[in-house]
């Protein structure tokens, strides 16, 4: 299918950006590498008059570090990441979890800002942004706010995101040198969204324990009770009981408690052993 | 509307456009070159997939409105292409294609897999292979001229010619 | 030049222009002052139109029901006894019955406009309940998909031979299994496309059309307009794909058609992939329920057979649905000697799109029906599933075999062919390796599929006139002509999307006349210039259209050696036809001197020939019964019980398609087909909600197999050469895409028996593997 009639802006720089968001209303979108917004465009799905086009502004495509974080410009794509153009302060996670991004021709547009406004619960950067801790910087023509992930997103597909504001950044904090990660996923095939992942990173030397599940059509969910035995040194006994009682308090169809379990328990055994 | 200007294989076209006009769209119906195909418009099978500034992209999910100013390259646009030329016989000689359908965009994928990982093994030419749909010949012809070619650029006689290529391309990037 | 004839793995002639972006589709062409189309579809499964509301200052440009004037309705009969025949409106009128069914055309100057206007247009339902599943079909109070049908049964079926209550009374084992193949879509790279036009020179209407069969769609058409085939042209060109889909008379080419006709313009309708999904999932959709009475030693001595196929909403012309439970149930004794057997197909109708015969075409069905039941009379008995096989076979000795559902299978060595694929997946090894635990904790099984696939076969009482349908394909032409420079054009009425017409026809070309492949053009697909055959389907090309090459190209031979035999001024029978010459005892002349002799100076030609000359048209009358090929799949798995994730760890295929044309192509076919096969088995389903919507309706839902699903496949082929197709060659198109499921819902359930679960429902979807697991015993589990 063809898009509904749109109006094409490209944005200069981050403050044209602003400007133009000034008079924005529900019918403005935002557009960057495309790769989410598209498909629904083409689908009438998404029927917005005017898209803001902000792809070109090169200040939104760096990363660098400051301070203890790296600062990721919202267009940088999946594709960069990939390829190791970040400085790594997540010890390969965040390479690991862009490669198993789509295909190839989706990771050289698709970027993380895009992916996180689209907030498919679904999408890898979701679950191992929320796993970091990472947080996200917006900028609106009044202010500027700072949010977790878990502030960021309200639902599948739904954001806080106001009509005049927009994703300036989004800093991940460096991991310490001893900190390690596991990540399972499982999807029916190569690239697809995930039907089940799990993401797992101890960082003992920042008192940094976080475990997430992602799933279909559902928020990313924290394991509080296996971040807990985690955190604690403890048997994997323990933990494995950690994981099912906080399965439990998540809504799970029986026959896929399993595969919940199977991938979280698999990201834990990478991220401790 | 807009007016927009996008050098598709080495030509300037400079054309007025409906700005929801996808990229795919334009180089179809505005540079008349057609062995682009359009085959979800949901950017998943790959068969639109051609290359924008140097990197291999869905052309049904970019808008022509975001391509202004940039360069483009069609499965039409690959003459004198050693490496294109060593990829479209390897295609021939395994029966890499039926019904051509998806062929534009598989080569597209293969010319990125062989010049950005010549060290590709099997396993990781399927994976790279994933975001292109065939429902024709089941891939493993496929697989298996990307092979041929990586074979052919390690060794030395056709590879120092691909290798030139690949510099060549390079060079001519924005 | 021998590497070019028959036998030759030729690499494709026709592969240049696809590898250079030049192949032209229906989307390709653009022509001066195109209109788009785009339609109005419904969003209901069932319900009453109660009015359709042009958008104001467009009604001009909106077409409904009313407004085609003199377009009648599709209706495809059969006279299979009980059939009910559907009027299937071109664009609904009373009564939409199902998602996606058109009710308008709108016409724009772009494909977005035509898609602006069509989202203008308002139309008034009144709901009805939708006719969902086959059991909902069949239900005694379910509401009619067709009002005065009475029922949602579109025809039933019934097949006995052989002393069914002797077999019974015989039996010491009874094993019954049942069998759910979902829904799919047969999910073609190209959609359905169209572009008419009217010629005023011919006064002919043109119609471009992404299609298989050009000259059934130019007659069924023709029917339709009410217009004379004469006029009417259907050009197939470059078709990305069909499998079937492609081969029946679409309301969108009727409706396209008769806009160009009457607006004196030309119009387009491409199908957008969101479309396609919704409209076109139309494959497969099938349960079988099977009963096998086998005596102590696991020799089935009878069978019985319960097959219902849920056809959607209409019978396509000239498909009528009811060919593929008759095919279902006609096949399902396989590759076995069973001599007593009783069957029923029931074809039923339901809110859903039109069901249409997708590559195998009912085949996979009677594959699961009878490689699943073979397993369970195994266990039964207490034998390997290899042996129990062995000992069920039609044996090389019994050929040809008469089955008891009327197949005249001419060849097959079925035991050789399952033994070396046993071989190739080093069966031992597996079976051993079963014997303790994986470190993963994964699962292992091994499955087997065996099956015939008949092809090429012909008019008669074996063939598709026993389906009783509107259209029964008869002989298979072909035109050859020697051109003036001594160079060749074929014409044949059949259709290449894929399949490498324009290769080995000219292999076959190369065989008999010693002509370069390279010299010789290979024409189809446009129902003006080309013989007129039916088509492409049901894996018959080579052996029928290439017999009919093989016939014009020996035709031809007669004036082209008389000929040159005149020019080297010596005896005809001193001379051959070779290496792209007519060679004689002290000379030879280029068929190009008998091509200039010929046009231009018929002067020099001898007496006493041919005035037809240097063109040949011959046709090829197939074989009724057809001619049998067949397989054997063996499949090694490894089943996740955590997650369900089904992996294929190896997967071999031997083959027999009787002597291989071009292996190259053939190789071809068969993983392409197994890719399919592989999508039937794992992946690929069209979903429904209760209210008849579907939901698989984006490329994000509906999964097909991608590179990296697919296996590294082991395959070897027996050439046991057919005695009724020229060269000894069978058809050979669907073949790998019939035993996938069978053999990987074998494999898996092998894998999950020490769990005491089993699966027998595809796609096997790792939600059903972990639902299934889900329900075993807790001990067994752990």
Same mark, same amino acid.
């Given at each position: 299918?063809?898009?509904?009639?749109?109006?094409?802006?490209?944005?200069?720089?981050?403050?044209?950006?602003?400007?133009?968001?000034?008079?924005?209303?529900?019918?403005?979108?935002?557009?960057?590498?495309?790769?989410?917004?598209?498909?629904?465009?083409?689908?009438?799905?998404?029927?917005?008059?005017?898209?803001?086009?902000?792809?070109?502004?090169?200040?939104?495509?760096?990363?660098?570090?400051?301070?203890?974080?790296?600062?990721?410009?919202?267009?940088?794509?999946?594709?960069?990441?990939?390829?190791?153009? !970040?400085?790594?302060?997540?010890?390969?996670?965040?390479?690991?979890?862009?490669?198993?991004?789509?295909?190839?021709?989706?990771?050289?547009?698709?970027?993380?800002?895009?992916?996180? #406004?689209?907030?498919?619960?679904?999408?890898?950067?979701?679950?191992?942004?929320? #796993?970091?801790?990472?947080?996200?910087?917006?900028?609106?023509?009044?202010?500027?706010?700072?949010?977790?992930?878990?502030?960021?997103?309200?639902?599948?597909?739904?954001?806080?995101?106001?009509?005049?504001?927009?994703?300036?950044?989004?800093?991940?904090?460096?991991?310490?040198?001893?900190?390690?990660?596991?990540?399972?996923?499982?999807?029916?095939? !190569?690239?697809?969204?995930?039907?089940?992942?799990?993401?797992?990173?101890?960082?003992?030397?920042?008192?940094?324990?976080?475990?997430?599940?992602?799933?279909?059509?559902?928020?990313?969910?924290?394991?509080?009770?296996?971040?807990?035995?985690?955190?604690?040194?403890?048997?994997?006994?323990?933990?494995?009981?950690?994981?099912?009682?906080?399965?439990?308090?998540?809504?799970?169809? #029986?026959?896929?408690?399993?595969?919940?379990?199977?991938?979280?328990?698999?990201?834990?055994?990478?991220?401790?052993? | 509307?807009?007016?927009?200007?996008?050098?598709?294989?080495?030509?300037?076209?400079?054309?007025?456009?409906?700005?929801?006009?996808?990229?795919?769209?334009?180089?179809?119906?505005?540079?008349?070159?057609?062995?682009?195909?359009?085959?979800?418009?949901?950017?998943?099978?790959?068969?639109?997939?051609?290359?924008?500034?140097?990197?291999?992209?869905?052309?049904?999910?970019?808008?022509?409105?975001?391509?202004?100013?940039?360069?483009?390259?069609?499965?039409?646009?690959?003459?004198?292409?050693?490496?294109?030329?060593?990829?479209?016989?390897?295609?021939?000689?395994?029966?890499?294609?039926?019904?051509?359908?998806?062929?534009?965009?598989?080569?597209?994928?293969?010319?990125?897999?062989?010049?950005?990982?010549?060290?590709?093994?099997?396993?990781?030419?399927?994976?790279?292979?994933?975001?292109?749909?065939?429902?024709?010949?089941?891939?493993?012809?496929?697989?298996?001229?990307?092979?041929?070619?990586?074979?052919?650029?390690?060794?030395?006689?056709?590879?120092?010619?691909?290798?030139?290529?690949?510099?060549?391309?390079?060079?001519?990037?924005? | 030049?021998?590497?070019?004839?028959?036998?030759?793995?030729?690499?494709?002639?026709?592969?240049?222009?696809?590898?250079?972006?030049?192949?032209?589709?229906?989307?390709?062409?653009?022509?001066?002052?195109?209109?788009?189309?785009?339609?109005?579809?419904?969003?209901?499964?069932?319900?009453?139109?109660?009015?359709?509301?042009?958008?104001?200052?467009?009604?001009?440009?909106?077409?409904?029901?009313?407004?085609?004037?003199?377009?009648?309705?599709?209706?495809?009969?059969?006279?299979?006894?009980?059939?009910?025949?559907?009027?299937?409106?071109?664009?609904?009128?009373?009564?939409?019955?199902?998602?996606?069914?058109?009710?308008?055309?709108?016409?724009?100057?772009?494909?977005?406009?035509?898609?602006?206007?069509?989202?203008?247009?308002?139309?008034?339902?009144?709901?009805?309940?939708?006719?969902?599943?086959?059991?909902?079909?069949?239900?005694?109070?379910?509401?009619?998909?067709?009002?005065?049908?009475?029922?949602?049964?579109?025809?039933?079926?019934?097949?006995?031979?052989?002393?069914?209550?002797?077999?019974?009374?015989?039996?010491?084992?009874?094993?019954?299994?049942?069998?759910?193949?979902?829904?799919?879509?047969?999910? =073609?790279?190209?959609?359905?496309?169209?572009?008419?036009?009217?010629?005023?020179?011919?006064?002919?209407?043109?119609?471009?059309?992404?299609?298989?069969?050009?000259?059934?769609?130019?007659?069924?058409?023709?029917?339709?307009?009410?217009?004379?085939?004469?006029?009417?042209?259907?050009?197939?060109?470059?078709?990305?794909?069909?499998?079937?889909?492609?081969?029946?008379?679409?309301?969108? =080419?009727?409706?396209?058609?008769?806009?160009?006709?009457?607006?004196?313009?030309?119009?387009?309708?491409?199908?957008?992939?969101?479309?396609?999904?919704?409209?076109?999932?139309?494959?497969?959709?099938?349960?079988?329920?099977?009963?096998?009475?086998?005596?102590?030693?696991?020799?089935?001595?009878?069978?019985?057979?319960?097959?219902?196929?849920?056809? &959607?909403?209409?019978?396509?012309?000239?498909?009528?649905?009811?060919?593929?439970?008759?095919?279902?149930?006609?096949?399902?004794?396989?590759?076995?000697?069973?001599?007593?057997?009783?069957?029923?197909?029931?074809?039923?109708?339901?809110?859903?799109?039109?069901?249409?015969?997708?590559?195998?075409?009912?085949?996979?069905?009677?594959?699961?029906?009878?490689?699943?039941?073979?397993?369970?009379?195994?266990?039964?008995?207490?034998?390997?599933?290899?042996?129990?096989?062995?000992?069920?076979?039609?044996?090389?000795?019994?050929?040809?075999?008469?089955?008891?559902?009327?197949?005249?299978?001419?060849?097959?060595?079925?035991?050789?062919?399952?033994?070396?694929?046993?071989?190739?997946?080093?069966?031992?090894?597996?079976?051993?390796?079963?014997?303790?635990?994986?470190?993963?904790?994964?699962?292992?099984?091994?499955?087997?599929?065996?099956?015939?696939?008949?092809?090429?076969?012909?008019?008669?009482?074996? &063939?598709?006139?026993?389906?009783?349908?509107?259209?029964?394909?008869?002989?298979?032409?072909?035109?050859?002509?020697?051109?003036?420079?001594?160079?060749?054009?074929?014409?044949?009425?059949?259709?290449?999307?894929?399949?490498?017409?324009?290769?080995?026809?000219?292999?076959?070309?190369?065989?008999?006349?010693?002509?370069?492949?390279?010299?010789?053009?290979?024409?189809?697909?446009?129902?003006?210039?080309?013989?007129?055959?039916?088509?492409?389907?049901?894996?018959?090309?080579?052996?029928?259209?290439?017999?009919?090459?093989?016939?014009?190209?020996?035709?031809?031979?007669?004036?082209?050696?008389?000929?040159?035999?005149?020019?080297?001024?010596?005896?005809?029978?001193?001379?051959?036809?070779?290496?792209?010459?007519?060679?004689?005892?002290?000379?030879?002349?280029?068929?190009?001197?008998?091509?200039?002799?010929?046009?231009?100076?018929?002067?020099?030609?001898?007496?006493?020939?041919?005035?037809?000359?240097?063109?040949?048209?011959?046709?090829?009358?197939?074989?009724?019964?057809?001619?049998?090929?067949?397989?054997?799949?063996?499949?090694?798995?490894?089943?996740?019980?955590?997650? &369900? &994730?089904?992996?294929?760890?190896?997967?071999?295929?031997?083959?027999?398609?009787?002597?291989?044309?071009?292996?190259?192509?053939?190789?071809?076919?068969?993983?392409?087909?197994?890719?399919?096969?592989?999508?039937?088995?794992?992946?690929?389903?069209?979903?429904?909600?209760?209210?008849?919507?579907?939901?698989?309706?984006?490329?994000?839902?509906?999964?097909?197999?991608?590179?990296?699903?697919?296996?590294?496949?082991?395959?070897?082929?027996?050439?046991?050469?057919?005695?009724?197709?020229?060269?000894?060659?069978?058809?050979?198109?669907?073949?790998?895409?019939?035993?996938?499921?069978?053999?990987?819902?074998?494999?898996?359930?092998?894998?999950?028996?020490?769990?005491?679960?089993?699966?027998?429902?595809?796609?096997? =979807?790792?939600?059903?593997?972990?639902?299934?697991?889900?329900?075993?015993?807790?001990?067994?589990?752990?």
């Amino acid at each position: 299918m063809k898009p509904s009639p749109l109006d094409y802006t490209r944005a200069s720089s981050l403050d044209h950006v602003v400007e133009l968001l000034a008079n924005a209303t529900d019918e403005t979108r935002i557009i960057a590498g495309g790769q989410s917004l598209g498909p629904l465009l083409n689908l009438r799905l998404a029927s917005p008059r005017r898209l803001i086009d902000i792809s070109h502004i090169d200040e939104l495509r760096r990363a660098r570090i400051e301070g203890t974080d790296l600062a990721i410009g919202p267009c940088v794509t999946h594709a960069q990441v990939e390829d190791g153009e !970040l400085p790594d302060v997540t010890h390969g996670l965040m390479q690991h979890v862009a490669r198993g991004i789509a295909y190839r021709a989706v990771r050289n547009r698709g970027t993380i800002g895009g992916s996180l #406004a689209h907030a498919d619960p679904a999408a890898d950067w979701i679950a191992t942004m929320a #796993a970091l801790g990472a947080r996200v910087q917006l900028r609106g023509c009044r202010d500027e706010r700072v949010l977790e992930i878990e502030e960021l997103i309200n639902g599948p597909l739904s954001t806080v995101i106001a009509p005049d504001e927009v994703i300036t950044s989004i800093r991940v904090p460096r991991l310490s040198s001893g900190a390690r990660w596991g990540h399972s996923k499982f999807a029916r095939k !190569l690239g697809d969204f995930a039907d089940s992942m799990a993401i797992v990173v101890v960082d003992r030397d920042r008192s940094f324990v976080s475990g997430v599940l992602a799933r279909r059509a559902e928020p990313p969910a924290r394991l509080p009770r296996m971040i807990a035995a985690l955190t604690a040194p403890d048997l994997q006994g323990a933990i494995d009981d950690a994981i099912d009682s906080d399965l439990k308090s998540l809504r799970i169809e #029986a026959e896929d408690v399993r595969l919940h379990r199977a991938m979280i328990r698999r990201a834990t055994r990478e991220a401790t052993r | 509307m807009k007016t927009v200007n996008v050098r598709v294989n080495g030509a300037t076209y400079a054309r007025t456009i409906d700005d929801r006009l996808s990229l795919a769209d334009f180089v179809r119906e505005h540079c008349l070159l057609t062995g682009t195909h359009v085959g979800c418009e949901h950017g998943v099978c790959g068969a639109c997939t051609l290359v924008l500034n140097g990197k291999p992209v869905r052309s049904c999910i970019t808008l022509a409105a975001a391509a202004d100013g940039a360069d483009v390259r069609t499965v039409e646009g690959y003459d004198g292409d050693v490496v294109m030329a060593a990829i479209r016989r390897a295609f021939n000689l395994r029966h890499g294609l039926q019904c051509g359908f998806c062929t534009p965009g598989m080569l597209a994928t293969a010319y990125d897999i062989v010049t950005r990982l010549p060290d590709a093994g099997r396993e990781r030419i399927k994976a790279e292979l994933g975001g292109n749909l065939c429902r024709c010949t089941g891939y493993l012809s496929i697989v298996q001229a990307i092979e041929d070619v990586l074979t052919e650029m390690r060794g030395n006689a056709g590879g120092s010619a691909a290798r030139d290529q690949i510099i060549a391309n390079e060079e001519c990037m924005p | 030049m021998s590497g070019f004839g028959i036998g030759a793995s030729l690499p494709r002639l026709e592969d240049d222009r696809f590898l250079n972006g030049r192949g032209q589709f229906c989307s390709d062409i653009f022509l001066p002052g195109m209109l788009h189309a785009a339609f109005v579809r419904s969003p209901h499964a069932h319900a009453r139109i109660l009015r359709v509301k042009k958008p104001a200052g467009l009604e001009r440009q909106v077409f409904a029901a009313a407004d085609l004037a003199g377009v009648g309705r599709i209706r495809s009969t059969a006279t299979l006894p009980g059939f009910k025949p559907s009027d299937w409106p071109v664009l609904a009128n009373d009564k939409v019955r199902h998602v996606g069914e058109p009710i308008a055309m709108a016409l724009g100057s772009s494909a977005a406009e035509a898609e602006d206007i069509a989202a203008l247009v308002e139309v008034e339902f009144e709901e009805l309940p939708a006719v969902v599943s086959m059991w909902d079909a069949l239900k005694a109070d379910a509401p009619l998909v067709h009002d005065d049908w009475g029922n949602n049964v579109l025809v039933e079926l019934k097949l006995e031979g052989g002393d069914l209550a002797r077999a019974k009374a015989a039996a010491a084992h009874v094993v019954e299994r049942s069998f759910r193949m979902n829904r799919q879509h047969p999910l =073609t790279l190209e959609g359905r496309g169209c572009v008419a036009s009217y010629d005023g020179r011919l006064d002919e209407l043109v119609v471009h059309v992404s299609h298989q069969l050009p000259v059934p769609l130019q007659i069924g058409l023709a029917q339709v307009l009410g217009m004379s085939q004469r006029r009417l042209r259907v050009i197939a060109p470059d078709v990305g794909a069909s499998f079937g889909l492609k081969s029946y008379v679409e309301s969108e =080419t009727v409706c396209v058609a008769w806009a160009a006709a009457e607006l004196r313009k030309p119009v387009r309708w491409i199908q957008d992939r969101y479309e396609s999904l919704v409209c076109d999932a139309n494959c497969r959709d099938y349960h079988c329920k099977i009963t096998a009475y086998a005596d102590a030693t696991g020799r089935v001595l009878g069978m019985e057979c319960d097959v219902i196929v849920d056809s &959607g909403a209409y019978s396509p012309w000239p498909w009528p649905a009811g060919i593929e439970g008759g095919l279902a149930m006609g096949n399902m004794q396989g590759c076995y000697d069973i001599r007593a057997f009783r069957g029923r197909a029931v074809n039923v109708v339901s809110n859903k799109p039109a069901g249409q015969p997708f590559r195998g075409v009912a085949r996979p069905l009677s594959c699961c029906g009878h490689e699943v039941l073979m397993d369970a009379v195994a266990d039964a008995v207490g034998i390997d599933p290899l042996e129990v096989r062995l000992r069920n076979f039609v044996q090389p000795e019994q050929m040809p075999y008469t089955s008891i559902t009327k197949k005249m299978i001419d060849s097959g060595d079925y035991p050789t062919a399952l033994k070396r694929a046993a071989a190739m997946i080093d069966l031992p090894a597996i079976r051993n390796r079963q014997r303790n635990p994986e470190t993963d904790g994964r699962l292992i099984g091994v499955g087997f599929a065996c099956f015939y696939e008949q092809t090429a076969y012909g008019t008669g009482p074996f &063939g598709y006139s026993a389906w009783g349908i509107e259209l029964v394909p008869g002989m298979e032409p072909a035109v050859a002509r020697l051109t003036g420079d001594g160079e060749l054009i074929i014409e044949v009425g059949s259709h290449s999307h894929g399949q490498g017409h324009e290769t080995v026809f000219a292999q076959v070309a190369h065989e008999i006349l010693g002509i370069d492949p390279h010299k010789v053009s290979v024409r189809f697909g446009d129902t003006s210039t080309s013989p007129a055959g039916t088509g492409t389907y049901t894996s018959r090309s080579m052996v029928t259209t290439g017999g009919a090459v093989a016939e014009a190209c020996r035709a031809l031979q007669a004036p082209i050696a008389k000929i040159g035999a005149h020019l080297l001024q010596c005896k005809e029978d001193d001379v051959q036809i070779r290496g792209g010459r007519v060679v004689g005892p002290s000379g030879n002349v280029e068929l190009a001197a008998i091509g200039r002799a010929w046009y231009h100076h018929p002067e020099e030609l001898p007496d006493g020939l041919d005035p037809t000359g240097l063109t040949a048209t011959a046709g090829h009358k197939a074989h009724d019964p057809g001619v049998f090929a067949y397989s054997a799949h063996a499949a090694v798995v490894a089943v996740d019980p955590e997650t &369900g &994730g089904v992996e294929i760890l190896d997967y071999a295929i031997v083959a027999d398609c009787g002597k291989r044309v071009n292996p190259l192509l053939v190789e071809g076919q068969i993983v392409g087909g197994f890719s399919n096969g592989l999508g039937n088995a794992l992946y690929e389903e069209s979903t429904y909600d209760e209210l008849g919507q579907p939901t698989a309706t984006t490329l994000a839902d509906y999964t097909a197999p991608t590179a990296p699903s697919m296996p590294d496949l082991k395959l070897e082929f027996i050439e046991t050469p057919s005695p009724f197709a020229a060269f000894g060659m069978k058809g050979i198109g669907e073949n790998g895409a019939i035993g996938p499921p069978a053999a990987i819902a074998n494999a898996v359930n092998d894998a999950l028996r020490p769990l005491g679960v089993a699966i027998f429902e595809t796609p096997i =979807t790792a939600h059903r593997v972990r639902a299934a697991i889900a329900t075993a015993r807790p001990k067994a589990r752990s």
